[in-house]
């Protein structure tokens, strides 16, 4: 079976940082392209980041360009997001997914509020 955790989130303020984590299990991951995506309330869920089964490549949405930075450890079949300047609008549950989409985990949750 097919099980993506995420973990890591919590409440912060305008400006601070978060590293969310993804441990990811019951396919090969290591030859998985990954990817973050989020989605608040009322609004649809979008992608985030994207990053290459090796790790040698990293797409962001513009919204988070210069602040997050996806990465992965293929050693310890986990995916990574480290999020710093957080600002209100990233509120949102963050999941974890491949690029072919398995069965979405339960995600974790991100609160950034002043």
């Known amino acids: 079976q097919v099980q993506l955790v995420e973990s890591g989130g919590g409440s912060v303020q305008p400006g601070g940082s978060l590293r969310l984590s993804c441990a990811a299990s019951?396919?090969?991951?290591?030859?998985?392209?990954m990817r973050w995506y989020r989605q608040a309330p009322g609004k649809q869920r979008e992608l985030v980041a994207t990053?290459?089964?090796?790790?040698?490549?990293?797409t962001y949405a513009d919204s988070v360009k210069g602040r997050f930075t996806i990465s992965r450890d293929n050693a310890k079949n986990t995916l990574y997001l480290q999020m710093n300047s957080l600002k209100l609008e990233d509120t949102a549950m963050y999941y974890c997914n491949a690029i072919i989409r398995y069965p979405w985990g339960q995600g974790t949750q991100v609160t950034v509020s002043a």
């Open positions: 019951g396919f090969t991951f290591s030859t998985s392209g």
């Open positions: 990053i290459t089964s090796t790790g040698g490549t990293a």
